[in-house]
């Protein structure tokens, strides 16, 4: 394996460590695209085992500013993702095709079986 291909699986890996990339990951696959505010809703919803009318306005504000400070931005580094914050579009971007398959794998594993049961990507 070359530098540049062993760089670009150690961050994809690193990019999929996260559970709420993950979970961000899994729901716009379904879809290729989702608004901001229902992933924020299904994150917390998996992150806290509830269902996400009963998420406290604390958890999800939390959820909220993890995924706009930290987890959105660096997906659009890597074109896996763009979103506009503006109206809360996030779509899937050309990069995701090339982590795809590794985030399959991911989903295999996963420990909740409504996940590992979604369709698969």
């Known amino acids: ?58 958890d999800r504000q939390r959820i909220y500013v993890s995924l706009v400070h930290n987890h959105l931005p660096r997906l659009a580094d890597y074109d896996i993702i763009e979103y506009d914050l503006r109206n809360g579009d996030i779509v899937l971007a050309d990069g995701f095709d090339d982590i795809k398959p590794l985030l399959e794998q991911f989903r295999q594993t996963e420990e909740e079986p409504e996940i590992r049961e979604l369709p698969s990507l």
């Open 1 to 58: 394996m070359n530098d540049a291909n062993a760089t670009r699986m150690e961050a994809a890996c690193s990019l999929l460590a996260e559970s709420e990339r993950r979970f961000l990951l899994y729901q716009l696959a379904e879809n290729r695209g989702a608004h901001l505010e229902d992933v924020v809703s299904r994150i917390a919803a998996w992150e806290f085992d509830v269902h996400p009318v009963e998420i406290d306005k604390e």
